[in-house]
């Protein structure tokens, strides 16, 4: 996944990663992330099958963690906007999503940010979470509005 700036005065989150076939392994190892500036980690980001949820083929569930000091400098956003440009550009998705605790504001809000919409709720682990999600088709639409065509 190559590291990108998206807003400007954000240090750039970078993460590599190899993955050995996206089209065939839904779940993902977790990418590190790291501040762009130093190198340090701030956390991870991976995809996943959820315990007992079989996912469409092109669909791809996201996972996201912060260390407690890198919380609410926009690493989030950034890091949820790489992956999700990454799995619609190299791994042939055609939906991602993740689903959240309704009570997670900084989560909701970097979904928002990132062109995800609400789609519903679930029970899951005996709890209700409100899942996010962006198609191929709104994926495409909001990369537009995020970077002009080149003339
Ligand atoms: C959730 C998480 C990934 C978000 O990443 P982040 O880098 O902290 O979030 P960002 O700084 O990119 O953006 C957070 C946004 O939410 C807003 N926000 C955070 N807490 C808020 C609150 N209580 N009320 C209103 N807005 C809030 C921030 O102001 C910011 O908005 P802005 O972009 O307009 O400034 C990160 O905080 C984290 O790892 N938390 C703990 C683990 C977790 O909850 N993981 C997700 C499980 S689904």
Known sequence: MAATAIRPGVPVVSAEVGYPDPVATPSFPPVVLRNG???VSIGRIQTFVPPGRALPPG???VGIGLKENARGKG?????LA?????LFEHA?????EASTDPANVAMRTVFRKAGWMPAGSLTEVGREWVMYRITRREWEA???Q???PRP
Do not use: S
């Open 37 to 39: 500036l130093d190198g």
């Open 59 to 61: 669909t791809f569930d």
């Open 75 to 79: 690493y989030g956003r950034e890091a």
């Open 82 to 86: 790489l992956l999700t440009d990454w």
């Open 92 to 96: 042939a998705a055609e939906a991602v």
């Open 142 to 144: 909001w990369r537009r």
């Open 146 to 148: 995020r970077k002009p």
